[in-house]
Every structure is written in C-alpha cells, then in structure tokens.
C-alpha cells in the first residue's frame, strides 16, 4: 500500500511542510525509519532523532514545526501526532488483503451459525450452537464454547478461549491465549477446615469496541454477568474476576488485578500492577498509579490516587515524603535519646 504526503496529510486534517508527491509504503519508528516510511514525533525525549530519521514523512505536532526542522523528511503538521498516526495505522491495516472461509482443519458443530465473510482458522473449534457475526476472523487453534455469541467485525486470535454463553460485541479484539469465562474464584469455608466450591453459573459479556490484551483472564459470574463495557482496553496479563463491573472506556494496564464484585465506572485509567479488593467502587474519571492497592471504595470522580493503603495523589507524595526521612529522623532521636540519658545520669 502506497499513501502520499498530500493524502497523509488529508486524511489527519494536517497542514503540509514540504513536498506534496512524496510516497510512502511502511509506518516505522523515528528511530529506525528508513526511505519511504511513515513515522511520527510526539514526545519530547526523541527530538534528537529529527536530525538522524530518514523518514520520507514525518507527523509532527505545531510546537515541533515551528522551533525544529528534519533534512531528510516531509512534515505533516497536526494538533495530536500520536492520535493521528494511529489513524493512519488504521488506514494500513484495513487495507491489507483478509481472508474469508472456513479452514478444512476447523471444527463447526452442529447448530453453530457462521456469518457472512467470516475467517475460521485451523483447528479452531467452534462449539453447538454458538453464533459468529459477519465478518469475524477466528484464528488458528481458538475455542469458542457452546452458545457464545460473537458480534460482527471481531477479531478472535490464536489460542483464545471464550468458553460457554459468553457474549463478545461488534468490533472487538481479544489478543492471543485470553480466556473468557473461566470459572469464578469461589469456594465456601466449612466448619470441619476443608472448603467446598460455589457454582459458577453466570457469563461474562463484552460489549463493542473492546480490546483484550494477550493472556487475560476474565472469570464468569457466580450469577448473572461479569461485564466488560463498551470501548474497555485491557492490557496483557489482566485479571478481572467473577461479578466485576469494567466502566465504557476505561483503560487498565498490565498485571493488574481485580477482585469480585468490584465495579470500575466510566473513563477510569488504571497503571500496572495495581491491586483491588472486591466490592469496592471506583468513581468516573479516576486515575490510579502503579502498584496502587486499592482497600476501599474511591468515591469522588476524577482524583488521582496512588499508594498502599490508596490516597490521594498528593497525600501519597506527602507520605513518600515523610518515609524518606525516616533514617534521618531515627538518627536524630537515638542522639536525643542519648543526650536524655547522659543528662539523666549527671543528676
């Protein structure tokens, strides 16, 4: 696939510096671009790349424009590079050559409805009387479980299961080895010591336009839904266990844990490794920092908090703040405690 400076910039709503017929055929790095690559420069840290990149076209941001300049590249000026050379990502993809058909190798049960243009790979399994919508691609050696139903346009990659009843929207994507519908951690103690396990009757249910990462988890419900809603991003190695509620567009980074009955409302960004205990609520907007372990409900929208126990962003400053003084003051007390005591004695 071939684009041009001029339709680059048409397509990004960006205005051109330089040559209008300059071609492009591949996106890259600014780093490693070479001659007829499409790259972008957002962050401040990769300036230095501007003399080096040879970028045929580069996607720069108005600040970058006007104090910098590259010899080698062709600029296409716009408020947010990054959002737009994923567009352009977009555009490179969707136009790539998809394949359609069900791979000879493919296992379709009885009862099983398969959707126009849809792809099954080899040794995909397809359970009775799940449902793929139009246009789905279900990659090689993928399980989908009896009675699931996929929506249309979805991507279901290599090795993923999404075991029975479950529901996946329109447009999602769910990356390799992800299993959806497991069973919920649920085991009820008894008075003999042992511990005896609770049903897992319920399903999980993913809305559209939403991206799972590689080697998710995401447990059904002991009853009802585990709900994953619309526009949710998920990155590699999450956890969301039985009965959790994930808000529209909330994004949560990698290994991060979600205990049961946990709900996460809308438009939240949680960072990696972060921890909750179960029925808690996170309020709209919420931003948590790493490693954060969230103990109790966050109930004001649109704080940041980071920490273990969770506070407030600039409370868990303050606390970092008094923990790295801890040696000195340790140090000064001993000498006061020893000052009393000499003072002590001499009496």
């Known amino acids: 696939m071939t684009l041009t400076s001029a339709q680059i910039a048409e397509l990004t709503g960006g205005r051109l510096l330089g040559k209008s017929d300059v071609p492009v055929t591949r996106l890259a790095e600014i780093e490693n671009a070479r001659a007829g690559d499409l790259s972008f420069l957002s962050n401040p840290k990769y300036l230095s790349y501007l003399e080096t990149t040879e970028a045929s076209v580069l996607i720069v941001s108005h600040d970058i424009a006007n104090a910098h300049h590259s010899p080698q590249s062709t600029f296409v000026v716009v408020d947010d590079p990054y959002s737009a050379f994923s567009k352009c990502q ?81 447009h999602c994507v769910i990356h390799a080895n992800t299993v959806v519908g497991s069973d919920g951690f649920g085991f009820a103690p008894q008075k003999e010591g042992y511990y005896t396990k609770v049903a897992q009757n319920g399903i999980v249910i993913i809305e559209d336009h939403v991206e799972i990462g590689a080697c998710c988890t995401i447990d059904r419900a002991t009853i009802s839904a585990t709900r994953i809603r619309k526009g949710v991003k998920l990155d590699n190695l999450v956890h969301i266990a039985h009965n959790v509620e994930v808000g529209a567009h909330t994004v949560i980074a990698a290994q991060t844990g979600v205990s049961g009955s946990t709900h996460i409302d809308k438009n939240c960004v949680v960072a990696g490794q972060v921890g909750f205990a179960g029925h808690v609520y996170v309020a709209p907007g919420s931003q948590i920092g790493g490693q954060t372990g969230v103990t109790h409900s966050l109930k004001e929208p649109g704080l940041k908090w980071n920490g273990t126990p969770v506070a407030t962003y600039m409370e868990s400053q303050r606390r970092n703040s008094v923990a790295r003084r801890l040696p000195e003051l340790l140090k000064r007390l001993e000498e006061l405690e020893k000052r009393l005591a000499n003072d002590g004695s001499k009496e």
């Open 90 to 170: 977009q555009i490179f993809q969707s136009r790539q050559p998809i394949k359609t058909g069900v791979h000879p190798l493919a296992h379709i049960s009885a009862g099983a409805q398969i959707g126009m243009d849809v792809m099954v790979g080899a040794f995909a399994y397809i359970g009775c009387d799940a449902q793929i919508g139009t246009g789905s691609i279900i990659m090689e050696q993928a399980f989908v479980g009896a009675g699931t139903k996929i929506g249309a346009h979805t991507q279901i990659h290599n090795g993923v299961r999404i075991l029975h009843d479950c529901e996946v929207g329109n």
